[in-house]
Every structure is written in C-alpha cells, then in structure tokens.
C-alpha cells in the first residue's frame, strides 16, 4: 500500500510543480466549459445531457495527455530501472501510477461539479440523472485511463504512448459511431460490449449491473495487459 | 556477500554474461572492471533483480535471486548515469525513495538528513534536480541508493562525469563504506578502481578474465623485465658484455639521439632476475656512463589491455 501512496504523491507533486500536468488539467477544463456554455442557452434548458453526450471525446484526446508520461517518461529517464529494483512489485508501480492518473482525473470531473450547481440556480436540475451520469463519467474515465496507462508501458516515448492511446480511444469511439451501418450481428456485438454504449445507457439515469461490470472489466483487463507488458520487457 | 554462480544472461542468441562467478565477501569492496559492452551493466542488473538471469544463479545474503523482494531489500543500487526524477527537488526526491522502501515517516526524516549529510548534499536540499550538476545528481543518486541501509552496494560508474574532487569525495565516501557494507562497484577508471577497491575483477565479453587484488593482477601481467637504458656515446660494449654475463637476454628496441647517447630497452623473460644490478656491474666494467636507468612495472591499463584483447578502456 504504500508505494502505491508514494507514487501517488510523487505524481502529484510533479503535476502540481511543474507545468505539463496543470496545462493539461487547463485546458480540459476549458474545453469542457466551452461544451457546457455553448449549448446551454440555445436550449434554454436547465440540464447537462449535451455536455455530458461530448465527455468522451474530450476524454480521447486529453485522457493520453495525462498518461503518456507515466511509464513512458519512466523508461526514457532510467527511473524505470530504480522503481523495479526497489522492494516493489511491478502491480504495485502499474496500481500506483494508475491510481495517481485517477486521482488527477476525478479532481478535474469535481471541478466541474460547478456547472450542475450553477444550473440549479438557474432552474429544476434532476439530481438523480445528474449523479447517475456523473458516475458514468467517472466509471468511463476509469476504463479510458486503464487503456492509457496501457498505451504507456508499451513504449518510451510519450509521443507515441500518446498516439497508441488516442488510436485505441478513438477506435472505441468510432466502432459506435459507424455501428449502425454493420450487419445485425456485429451491431450487437458493438452494444453489448461497447463502452460508449454503455456510457450512453447510463446517461438515461439508469445504472445497471451490466453497464458497471463493463467499465470494471475493462479496467482491470487493461491494468493487467500493463503488468504483463512491464513484466515481459524484464525478460527480454 | 555476493556470490555469483555460473551466471548468464542472453540477449536473443548473444550471451551479455556467459558463466560469472565470483565472490565479494562481507565489507570489501570489489571493483568490476571490463571495456564498453563486457557486461558489466548486465551483470549489475542481474544482481539487483531487474533483468532475470537466463540461467545460473546468484545469491545475495544468501538469498537467492529468485526471493527477489527481499534480495531488493538488502541491495542497494545507483544505476549507470544516476537517474532521478529531475522535476522534483532534493528532499522530495530522497523522501519519496524513502517512503517507496516502507520506512516510517519519522525514520525517513532522519535517514534522509543522515544521508544528505553524508553526500555533502545538505546546501542544495530545496534545489530541483534538474538544476543541480552532474556531480551533485550523482551524490543524490548514491543517496538515494544508500537511504535504506542496505548491507550489499551495487555502483554503476558511481565518478563517471564527476570533477577530480568530486571524484576523491565519492572515493572517500566509498572507503568510509568498506567494512561495514559489501560494495560491488564497476568503472573504467584504473587508477580509481587501484585506489578504493580490495579486490578487482576484470570481464570480457561477458566473461571473467581475472580477479584478485591490484597487487596480484599486476604481478600476473608483468611476464618479463622490461629495463630503459640511457647510455653516453654508443654503448656497445656494454652490451656486449652484458649479453655474454646474461643469457636469455633481448635487446628490444635501440636508438641512437641527437647528441651521441643511445637508448636502449633490455628486456628479460624473468621478472626476478637481478638484469638492473648486472647492467650496472656491465656498466662498471666496460667504463660505459649510465644517464638514465629505469625499470618498467607493469601498471593495471597493462592487465587490462591484455585480458581485454588490446582494446581501449575508455
């Protein structure tokens, strides 16, 4: 337990100290806001659903931006080589790295917490779908953080951890996309499995097992897949 | 104590290490030497857990290889160029390492102003990494790698990019050391590895070529007597008469200089044989005057570059 809180800290002390984690934590949080100001008053209605309908593809392109250096940057310093030959095990470093990139996540989703308050100002919020759809969120974000994380360890360079991330993101975002134009067959294949499906089912304020299952499966398939990788590379 | 047994380490089909084994016993310090790409490296990352030997083993504290979180736990190790998380400042960094081992916080604080004190680090503690010299991130690294007590060292080139005090500094770092902790150590610097290590071990492609103490391995190397004669005028009497008093002897190399005096290299296959002493009596007898007369020891670059195939050590 505590190398995961140590890297936690020392991840956090990075991103705080210097300038690549709050210009990224910046502009996601302008860009957010733009999302959630430029609909708002066209429909005069008191909700978030647009905004929350464009979260994953903020997430796509900012999620790698917040990841690529995790191990990446690790390899390329030789800092990698320290961390493995301390008394760790490598889960421990892949459950500290990723839990680091959580924490920075869910502090920015809390950030705009403010967006439903200042709705509620403004008119009836429906609370219940606004939590559901929050817990969505985070849930989407553990998911996209876990294959990130992934994208990371495959390589040392945070460019190309950058773009391994964005590729397999938007390849989940684009399998949606063009679903219904498949065969029947792959259309359910795509619903049943697809996590932006899934994110759109809990935006109904609807939180199945099934969808939460999927998020958490995914996680841990991909914090698993990092593990293997880093495990793997000792042996090569 | 380290104890390497048959040790090897495969990169695809060429062998990094091929069949180490050594012994570095409690308190001494051991210097592993050997020319770019001998293994050196890969034999440190070896014994620190990070890559996993392809077969062979090796035992630390008597722990195996294989019980690799608690050999991680005797060892510490400053990897080849000292990496450290360059954006963050030297106490942050020294406590981090300290809190990734699992000691205590309060055991921490002291162990990271013990260290710092030791490493001569104390005026540059709130100073980033990143603004620090090559000298300084080193220190922090040997920090770093001492903050748990661990009873074995593993250096990678601990002076490499160091000035000459800096270099003397970590010298003395490392004596204070021996004794107290078993230091395996490697570097491509001679004299410093004569200087601080008990015992030497030289590698070549991946395999042991020598070890013992510098004074062994010089003496190993020597061979034969190499003597450099100054003689005034042509000296050829001289020779004369010390090759009929002296068999076995060659005369290696003569040259005549600008003012009439010859140079001359008498070389004798046995190191012990008395050729100084009878160049001199040679000398007496044929009224030859004797300028310079010098014998050449072999140094350690010698047993290096005869163990390591003539190439260069840097």
Same mark, same amino acid.
């Given at each position: 337990?505590?190398?995961?809180?140590?890297?936690?800290? @020392?991840?956090?002390?990075?991103?705080?100290?210097?300038?690549?984690? $709050?210009? /990224?934590?910046?502009?996601?949080? %302008?860009?957010?806001?733009?999302?959630?100001?430029?609909?708002?008053?066209?429909?005069?209605?008191?909700?978030?659903?647009?905004?929350? !309908?464009?979260?994953?593809?903020?997430?796509?392109?900012?999620?790698?931006?917040?990841? #690529?250096?995790?191990?990446?940057?690790?390899? @390329?310093?030789?800092? $990698?080589?320290?961390?493995?030959t #301390?008394?760790?095990?490598?889960?421990?470093?892949?459950?500290? @790295?990723?839990?680091?990139? #959580?924490?920075?996540?869910?502090?920015?989703?809390?950030?705009?917490?403010?967006?439903?308050?200042?709705?509620?100002?403004?008119?009836?919020?429906?609370?219940?779908?606004?939590?559901?759809?929050?817990?969505?969120?985070?849930?989407?974000?553990?998911?996209?953080?876990?294959?990130?994380? $992934?994208?990371?360890?495959?390589?040392?360079?945070? #460019? =190309?951890? $950058?773009?391994?991330?964005?590729?397999?993101?938007?390849?989940?975002? %684009?399998?949606?996309?063009?679903?219904?134009?498949?065969?029947?067959?792959?259309?359910? =294949? /795509? /619903?049943?499995?697809?996590?932006?499906?899934?994110?759109?089912?809990?935006?109904?304020?609807?939180?199945?097992?099934?969808? =939460?299952?999927?998020?958490? !499966?995914?996680?841990?398939?991909?914090?698993?897949?990092?593990?293997?990788?880093?495990?793997?590379?000792?042996?090569? | 104590?380290i104890k390497a047994?048959?040790l090897?380490r495969?990169?695809?089909?060429?062998? *990094?290490v091929?069949?180490l084994?050594f012994?570095v016993?409690?308190?001494?310090?051991m210097?592993l +030497?050997?020319?770019?790409?001998?293994?050196k490296s890969t034999t440190m990352k070896m014994l620190t857990c990070f890559l996993?030997p392809?077969?062979?083993d090796a035992t630390i504290?008597?722990?195996?290889l294989?019980?690799?979180?608690?050999v991680r736990?005797l060892v510490?190790y400053?990897?080849?160029?000292?990496?450290?998380?360059?954006?963050?400042?030297?106490? *942050?960094?020294?406590?981090?390492?300290?809190?990734?081992?699992?000691?205590?916080?309060?055991?921490?604080?002291?162990?990271?102003?013990?260290?710092?004190?030791?490493?001569?680090?104390?005026?540059?503690?709130?100073?980033?990494?990143?603004?620090?010299?090559?000298?300084?991130?080193?220190?922090?690294?040997?920090?770093?790698?001492?903050?748990?007590?661990?009873?074995c060292l593993i250096?990678d080139?601990?002076?490499?990019?160091?000035?000459?005090?800096?270099?003397?500094?970590?010298?003395?770092?490392?004596?204070? +050391?021996?004794?107290?902790?078993t230091?395996l150590?490697s570097?491509?610097?001679?004299?410093?590895?004569? *200087?601080?290590?008990?015992?030497?071990?030289?590698?070549?492609?991946?395999?042991?070529?020598?070890?013992?103490?510098?004074?062994?391995?010089?003496?190993? *190397?020597?061979?034969?007597?190499?003597?450099?004669?100054?003689?005034?005028?042509?000296?050829?009497?001289?020779?004369?008469?010390?090759?009929?008093?002296?068999?076995? +002897?060659?005369?290696?190399?003569?040259?005549?200089?600008?003012?009439?005096?010859?140079?001359?290299?008498?070389?004798?296959?046995?190191?012990?044989?008395?050729?100084?002493?009878?160049?001199?009596?040679?000398?007496?007898?044929?009224?030859?005057? +004797?300028?310079?007369?010098?014998?050449?020891?072999?140094?350690?670059?010698?047993?290096?570059?005869?163990?390591?195939?003539?190439?260069?050590?840097?």
């Open positions: 337990m505590h190398v995961i809180w140590a890297l936690c800290q @020392k991840e956090w002390r990075i991103n705080l100290d210097t300038p690549q984690g $709050y210009v /990224v934590s910046i502009a996601f949080l %302008l860009a957010s806001g733009f999302f959630f100001g430029s609909n708002l008053f066209l429909n005069g209605q008191a909700d978030m659903r647009h905004w929350f !309908a464009m979260l994953p593809l903020l997430y796509i392109f900012f999620i790698p931006a917040m990841a #690529m250096r995790l191990f990446a940057d690790e390899r @390329k310093d030789g800092t $990698y080589e320290l961390l493995a #301390m008394p760790t095990r490598t889960i421990e470093l892949v459950l500290g @790295k990723y839990c680091s990139l #959580m924490g920075h996540l869910s502090a920015l989703l809390l950030l705009t917490v403010l967006y439903p308050l200042s709705l509620a100002l403004l008119g009836d919020v429906d609370a219940g779908l606004i939590a559901a759809a929050y817990l969505a969120a985070w849930l989407l974000a553990a998911s996209f953080s876990a294959i990130c994380l $992934y994208a990371s360890a495959l390589t040392s360079h945070a #460019m =190309v951890a $950058y773009i391994v991330g964005l590729i397999l993101l938007l390849s989940l975002f %684009l399998l949606t996309q063009v679903a219904p134009t498949l065969s029947p067959a792959l259309q359910d =294949v /795509v /619903v049943m499995l697809g996590p932006i499906n899934h994110f759109q089912n809990m935006l109904r304020g609807v939180v199945s097992l099934a969808d =939460v299952v999927l998020f958490m !499966a995914l996680t841990i398939i991909f914090l698993a897949l990092s593990w293997f990788e880093l495990e793997r590379r000792r042996w090569r | 104590m047994d048959h090897c495969q990169y695809g089909t060429s062998f *990094a091929q069949n084994s012994e016993q409690q308190g001494e310090v210097g +030497l050997g020319p770019n790409g001998a293994g996993p392809s077969s062979g504290h008597g722990l195996s294989s019980q690799s979180l608690q736990r510490g400053l990897p080849e160029h000292a990496p450290s998380y360059h954006e963050l400042d030297v106490d *942050a960094y020294l406590q981090f390492i300290g809190k990734m081992h699992g000691l205590p916080p309060a055991t921490c604080q002291d162990k990271v102003a013990e260290m710092s004190k030791a490493c001569g680090l104390e005026q540059v503690m709130f100073r980033r990494i990143e603004e620090l010299s090559k000298g300084f991130r080193q220190r922090v690294g040997l920090a770093a790698s001492m903050l748990h007590d661990p009873k250096l080139e601990p002076t490499t990019g160091l000035d000459p005090n800096q270099i003397i500094e970590i010298r003395h770092l490392i004596r204070r +050391l021996a004794g107290q902790k230091v150590l570097s491509h610097i001679l004299p410093e590895v004569e *200087a601080v290590c008990d015992r030497i071990m030289i590698i070549d492609q991946g395999q042991l070529q020598a070890l013992g103490t510098p004074a062994e391995l010089t003496k190993q *190397a020597q061979g034969g007597l190499l003597l450099h004669v100054t003689i005034q005028g042509s000296g050829e009497q001289l020779c004369n008469h010390l090759s009929s008093t002296f068999s076995n +002897l060659e005369i290696q190399h003569r040259e005549s200089l600008d003012n009439g005096d010859t140079r001359y290299q008498f070389y004798h296959p046995d190191a012990s044989s008395a050729l100084a002493e009878a160049t001199f009596h040679a000398a007496v007898a044929t009224q030859a005057v +004797l300028l310079e007369m010098r014998q050449e020891k072999a140094s350690l670059e010698d047993v290096f570059r005869e163990l390591t195939g003539g190439t260069s050590c840097t």
